[in-house]
């Protein structure tokens, strides 16, 4: 097991996610039109987005990550007033995650939040490629992984269970005790 280390561009919000396994945790490239929106509203398209339009995201429960300073920087926005909750930093607009809500026991992180140098040893290498009709470009064969979609989404949601059954779903880094965001979502319309 691993620990990882977390921060965003300016320093202000550092964490760690603990208990890091390749098998644990799920590594996915997305390349909805929504995470896509998400980097262009923060600015940080170039940073984020791969060459076809795909975020790199890390899976994992929300127990196993822990915001050690800078709580008071996190901002949450919603592409509309049913997407998800995406978690940025305040300070420099670097993206932290994605949740659905407080009880759905899920955090998706950003790979820019992930500032472990040994990410990719400690993380392992994307398991899956998802949402590809919102690739910006053709993907080439190289780069396309053997894990269908289907069983992505079957291996999420049995991490999703077990986590939730293990009361992996608190603490969660992004809502109190209570289940309220520690930031109010600032819903900024619809995905283009």
């Known amino acids: 097991m691993y620990e990882i280390s977390l921060k965003c561009q300016c320093g202000n919000i550092e ?14 490239v997305c390349y909805c039109k ?8 923060l600015g940080q398209s170039d ?7 795909g ?36 300070c420099c607009n ?6 659905v809500s407080s009880k759905m026991a ?5 790979h820019n939040f992930i500032s472990d140098p040994d990410k990719d040893e400690k993380l392992g290498l994307p398991q899956a490629r998802v949402n590809l009709t919102g690739a910006t470009g053709r993907i080439p064969k190289e780069k ?7 069983r992505y989404l079957l291996r999420i949601l049995r991490n999703i269970f077990w986590w939730k059954l293990t009361g992996q779903c608190k603490p969660h880094p992004f809502y109190t005790g209570r289940g309220r965001p520690v930031a109010q979502p ?5 995905a283009v």
């Not at 940073?47 to 339009?53: I, P, R």
């Not at 899920?106 to 950003?110: A, S, T």
């Open 47 to 53: 940073a984020v987005l791969d060459e076809f339009g």
């Open 186 to 190: 600032k819903v900024v319309g619809e």
């Open 55 to 90: 975020t790199d995201i890390y899976q994992l429960a929300p127990a196993q990550v822990h915001i050690d300073t800078g709580i008071e920087h996190i901002k949450c926005l919603r592409l509309s007033e049913n997407g998800l909750h995406r978690w940025y930093a305040g």
């Open 15 to 28: 964490g760690t996610a603990v208990q890091i396994n390749p098998k644990k945790g799920t590594r996915v």
């Open 144 to 150: 396309s992984l053997a894990v269908s979609g289907r």
């Open 94 to 99: 670097t993206p932290l995650g994605n949740t």
């Open 106 to 110: 899920f955090v998706g992180l950003i």
């Open 34 to 41: 929504d995470c896509q929106a998400f980097a262009k509203e």
